[in-house]
């Protein structure tokens, strides 16, 4: 119970609490104060009457008294009357309220200081304090209470009543004497001076003040801070001693740090420039110094003009190309750098950066051939010049970028084959060829081409994995054109239905023998036509009844045919209306590259089912934004999932399997597959969660019959995957079962090596995570003491003893220096799971989280020292450790939620990529003031290297406080919060212009707010950063279904895939019996809506 003074603002309650005892001060206490106030009272309640005597007569009395009754009676009429005009005119304005509509809702009120509670707030003057008796468990979160949520009362008078100076020295101490210096060129001195010997003299009426940019005196000769010689010594001047000294020791100035954090952009510009003098051949501070200069620049403009260029700013490169003068500046330091440093690759391609918005076509087309003919082998000049032609929308173009490609690929094989004699392979080289090739299928697929794309994986993994046997002696350009009768045979890939190789088929080719597999495909396209045309037909009826716009129709149907008509035709019909979907063998030559390492081809079929959707346990690709998207429940769903596609991405699985038979990699890519089913079930919204489990049920019977049955890692993941879907009881069960068969008469602590040992202890996880809490200490004891679920006792004495066993077993796995894991996981953290949530349950009170928590701390450190362990384990076993304390909080009200924050905290930054434990950091800090560290730790970490999770992490913070606001306001437009979101959104396309996502979910905020003319401004930035993705310009048509024929123009005009013409739209309409529209002018539309 805490007491809070009377003079709070907020107003008095009701009534008060009188059955509990409350400490309250009265007035009567003070009695110096309290007498004062009653008689003040007495004098105030009782006025002193004065009485007049008067000579008047008694008639002259009345006629004063008759006059001052007229008076009164005027009075009292005239106040009658308003009284009624106010009544009536507040009858008027009840009757104009019933009928006015009600304001605005207020988002947040905010009172003036006082946190008191307005209901139960009651001053009186015998009582001036009162008792807040509700709880705020905010407060539990923070140390102690808010500074200036307390009081604070300072002593002005230090001196006891009825003392002497004696006892105030002994209380209070002395009073200390001030001793003012008196410099001589004071103003007292100068006056002083002035009036005893009679001069005048002149004192001073400037003083320097911080901040203020004031020149030095001329007269003032600054200390010489450096190096003097007298006598051949040298001299260095002191400041502490006020003199020069010998030098001891040469100081090393290169590696001194210059004090560029606290000085101006001007300063900083001139230090960097002093120091690139004395180290001309540091490229790093060739590059800082090419950055300050677009600081200084914006230091020199007036405050009108930096919000101009900030507008004006598209992305990347911002404001640096909005002045000419810049750019020339910034041209004469590369030039300069490049007479220091004349082979320097990143040097040149900061030019090339640099001059690209200034020189013509012509001019940066010799440029780029220049810089390509030097430094043809170095993987940055082609990381740079891919970039350059992706994101330069003057000069960019689909057919071009595309032979950029293919001569990117070709020149690399030259170089890594040795037929180049003049530049030689460099490290790596292979490693980035294959990043080149998957690079140009995610190219193809952005601008709608996932036949292209499907086919050049096929095709790259067809030439590396089912090559005959008599072509590998041959070179690669003989290779190539015996692939090609392959190709053009029309018989099935890998990953298409009866696949059976490159070298199969050719043999089959050869006796011929083939023609029993052309048939598959007709089949399977006739089944995807007939699927297409009733919903084709459905759409279009839909948009006759409902009389659609065309815009909107043309975006229905090219999103239909885009996520529906995505598989490649091997041959083409003599109907075919799309003949973009054949492939033929000029599309895929240049994706034919042989890859001489196993690990290589390896990782060439995990990125292929990668970005076919697959996840693999050990393998995250953090660049794929999309999929990190769909983490965050609030972001918008922004992925044109490819609807079928997981038909070949299965397949591929089972070839997979085939190419790497041992058991190890075999049984890998096995638990995959069915992680990949379980996740191609998740993202359906058409089933129930019983009718999910059940279908994933049936397709993992048909896997498992393929594999072994002592397979017991594939019956872990299935166990894990069943939970995930939400069947916890039906995973216990088949956890159970298969600890039964894999370890009923064995301990898991005495199984022969790691990989028996890791999916029993995966087995035991989820079978004890569909147990009731009450069974926990029987069972984790069992497993502790006899490595298998045995008794279920639940004595003091065996708990005792299971503790005992289980702290023995963890420290013994620690102490091992020969720790290793694997994809599944490693024993010692797995171990430590299952310990610590077994002291935690048999522990009393709030020991219980300690001593659970030191057996994750002992566990983590033992993993950072091992040399084996990779950082996944220790992530696993963090999110454990999170998840108990979680567990502890919901268990405990009265527990500090910081234990949680602090915990989340130091998780996000030991382990960035993970978008778990950002995502429940941010949730956890999106109320009251913890919001304000939350934002504070984006902008901390906005200097370090930019990772697409912590963007996306940002992203979801401002869009969740968003739409928090708008289910409490009921109002969009009336938020103070929407500029936050717009500014994040703009700093992370900035910081990845590699992605559109950001610019897509800028645009789908501007759409949920309704301003159709910012979502254009919206496209027409993204469009200069992005001009290759074609979500970009659906995205825009939706929200703008009148700009749709201008934004086909613009695709056709950069070679974007169009599947369906815009004249195309008339024709669906009269097929569904529906009449031609009359378009409508998109400029009317425009001015219509801005003057709305």
């Known amino acids: 119970m805490s007491l809070f003074p009377a003079y709070a603002t907020s107003p008095p309650s009701t009534s008060a609490s009188s059955d509990a005892p409350v400490a309250t001060a009265s007035i009567s206490s003070f009695p110096s104060f309290a007498s004062a106030l009653s008689e003040h009272k007495r004098s105030s309640s009782s006025p002193e009457v004065v009485t007049v005597e008067s000579d008047d007569s008694v008639e002259v009395i009345k ?83 808010y500074k200036r949520h307390v009081p604070e009362y300072t002593l002005q008078v230090k001196r006891c009543l009825g003392g002497n100076k004696v006892i105030d020295s002994a209380l209070f101490g002395a009073k200390a004497v001030k001793t003012v210096t008196e410099r001589y060129f004071d103003r007292k001195a100068l006056r002083r001076f002035a009036n005893k010997s009679g001069t005048d003299v002149q004192t001073p009426s400037v003083r320097r003040r911080a901040g203020k940019n004031l020149q030095d005196l001329g007269e003032f000769v600054p200390v010489v801070q450096q190096k003097l010689k007298k006598n051949e010594e040298e001299l260095l001047w ?127 087309k010799e440029e780029w051939k220049k810089v390509e003919f030097q430094h043809v082998n170095r993987t940055e000049m082609w990381d740079g010049y891919l970039s350059f032609g992706e994101r330069h929308l003057a000069t960019f173009s689909v057919t071009a970028q595309l032979a950029l490609y293919d001569r990117c690929l070709q020149r690399l094989q030259t170089v890594l084959y040795g037929t180049m004699k003049t530049h030689p392979a460099l490290p790596g080289t292979e490693h980035f060829l294959l990043d080149v090739l998957l690079r140009r299928c995610r190219f193809l697929l952005s601008l709608g081409f996932p036949e292209k794309a499907i086919a050049c994986l096929q095709a790259a993994l067809e030439f590396n994995f089912f090559r005959p046997v008599d072509v590998d002696k041959l070179q690669l350009e003989d290779k190539r054109r015996y692939f090609e009768p ?32 052309e048939n598959m495909e007709e089949r399977e396209m006739a089944q ?41 035709i091997r041959r083409a019909p003599d109907d075919l209306e799309d003949p973009d979907r054949v492939v033929l063998y000029d599309d895929v030559k240049s994706c034919l590259i ?97 009718d999910r489990s059940k279908q994933f049920k049936k397709m993992a019977k048909e896997l498992m019959e393929k594999r072994p049955r002592d397979c017991w890692p594939l019956y872990a993941t299935y166990a894990e995957q069943l939970a995930r879907l939400g069947d916890e009881a039906g995973a216990a069960q088949v956890a159970q079962k298969t600890l039964t068969m894999c370890a009923a008469e064995k301990s898991v602590w005495q199984l022969a090596n790691t990989s028996e040992q890791l999916p029993v202890l995966r087995l035991l996880t989820v079978f004890l995570a569909g147990q009731d809490l009450q069974y926990y200490p029987a069972l984790l004891a069992d497993i502790g003491l006899y490595g298998r679920l045995q008794t279920a006792t639940s004595s003091a004495a065996h708990l005792v003893k299971a503790k005992t066993a289980w702290l023995e077993k963890v420290a013994s796995l620690a102490s091992d220096k020969d720790v290793e894991s694997d994809w599944q996981g490693c024993s010692l953290s797995l171990a430590a799971s299952l310990c610590a949530r077994f002291v935690y349950t048999v522990a009393i009170g709030r020991d219980k989280l300690r001593a659970a928590l030191a057996v994750f701390e002992h566990a983590l450190q033992a993993l950072t020292g091992a040399s084996k362990v990779s950082k996944r384990e220790r992530e696993r076993l963090t999110k454990v450790k999170i998840d108990l304390i979680d567990d ?62 912590r963007s996306v992490g940002a992203v979801y913070a401002e869009l969740a406080r968003y739409i928090s606001l708008v289910e409490a306001a009921n109002d969009a437009f009336a938020l103070p919060e929407i ?114």
């Open 63 to 145: 006629e004063r008294k008759r006059k001052k009754k007229q008076k009164h009676e005027r009075k009292e009429k005239k106040r009658r009357k308003d009284k009624d005009r106010d009544k009536e005119k507040s009858s008027k304005s009840k009757k104009i309220a019933e009928v006015k509509v009600p304001s605005r809702p207020v988002v947040e009120e905010r009172p003036k200081w006082s946190f008191l509670d307005t209901r139960n707030a009651k001053i009186s003057d015998d009582q001036p304090f009162i008792v807040d008796r509700f709880p705020d468990f905010d407060n539990f979160h923070y140390d102690s209470i």
């Open 238 to 364: 002191d400041p502490s001693i006020q003199m020069y000294v010998p030098v001891t020791h040469q100081p090393e100035e290169q590696d001194a740090p210059l004090p560029l954090t606290e000085a101006d952009a001007q300063t900083r510009s001139q230090l960097i420039n002093k120091r690139l003098q004395e180290e001309p051949h540091n490229i790093d501070l060739w590059l800082r110094f090419l950055r300050t200069q677009d600081e200084v620049f914006m230091a020199e403009l007036p405050s009108r003009s930096k919000k101009d260029a900030k507008s004006a700013s598209t992305g990347g490169d911002s404001l640096k190309m909005t002045d000419r003068q810049l750019v020339d500046r910034k041209l004469a330091i590369v030039d300069r750098a490049l007479l220091k440093n004349v082979a320097d690759i990143r040097l040149k391609l900061a030019r090339l950066a640099i001059g690209r918005d200034v020189w013509d076509r012509e001019r940066l």
């Open 486 to 517: 392959f190709w053009d045979s029309a018989a099935p890939r890998i990953g298409d239905e009866g696949a059976i190789g490159w070298a199969e088929t050719m043999r089959l080719i050869h006796a011929d023998s083939l023609a029993n597999k």
């Open 528 to 568: 995807e036509t007939q699927t297409y045309d009733q919903m084709e037909d459905a759409l279009c009826k839909d948009a006759v009844v409902r009389d659609l716009p065309d815009g909107e129709v043309w975006v229905a149907v090219e999103s239909l045919r885009s996520q529906r008509l995505w598989r490649p």
């Open 594 to 690: 042989e890859l001489a390492d196993a690990d290589n081809r390896r990782r060439l079929l995990v990125e292929s089912l990668m970005m076919l959707g697959a996840r693999f346990p050990d393998e995250t690709s953090t660049n794929d934004v999309t999929t990190l998207c769909t983490d965050f429940d609030k972001l918008p769903r922004l992925d044109n999932r490819l609807i079928g596609i997981e038909s070949l991405g299965m397949r591929l699985f089972e070839v997979a399997q085939q190419i790497y038979p041992a058991n190890k990699e075999a049984t890998y890519f096995a638990c995959a597959q069915l992680v990949y089913a379980a996740d191609s079930l998740t993202i359906r919204t058409d089933l129930r969660p019983k």
């Open 888 to 949: 502890y909080l919901n268990s405990d009200p009265t527990a500090p939620p910081r234990l949680l924050r602090d915990a989340l905290e130091q998780a996000v930054i030991e382990f960035p990529d993970n978008t778990e434990f950002l995502k429940r950091f941010i949730d956890l800090n999106l109320r009251g003031h913890a919001l304000v560290g939350l934002r504070r730790f984006f902008d901390q970490r906005s200097s370090d290297r930019p990772l697409v999770v």
């Open 979 to 1092: 500029h936050r979101i717009r500014a994040v959104l703009d700093r992370c396309a900035e910081r990845h212009p590699e992605t559109a996502v950001f610019w897509r979910f800028r645009a789908h905020f501007e759409q949920l707010r309704g301003d159709k003319n910012a979502v254009l401004q919206v496209f027409y930035r993204a469009v200069r950063q992005c001009p290759y993705e074609k979500a970009l310009f659906l995205d825009c048509a939706r929200a703008y279904p009148q700009k749709a024929s201008m934004l086909v123009d613009l695709m056709i005009e950069k070679g974007l895939r169009l599947r369906c013409p815009i004249e195309e739209v008339d024709i669906l309409r009269e097929a569904a019996g529906g009449k031609k529209r009359v378009v409508e002018d998109s400029d009317d539309d425009s001015s219509s809506d801005e003057e709305k």
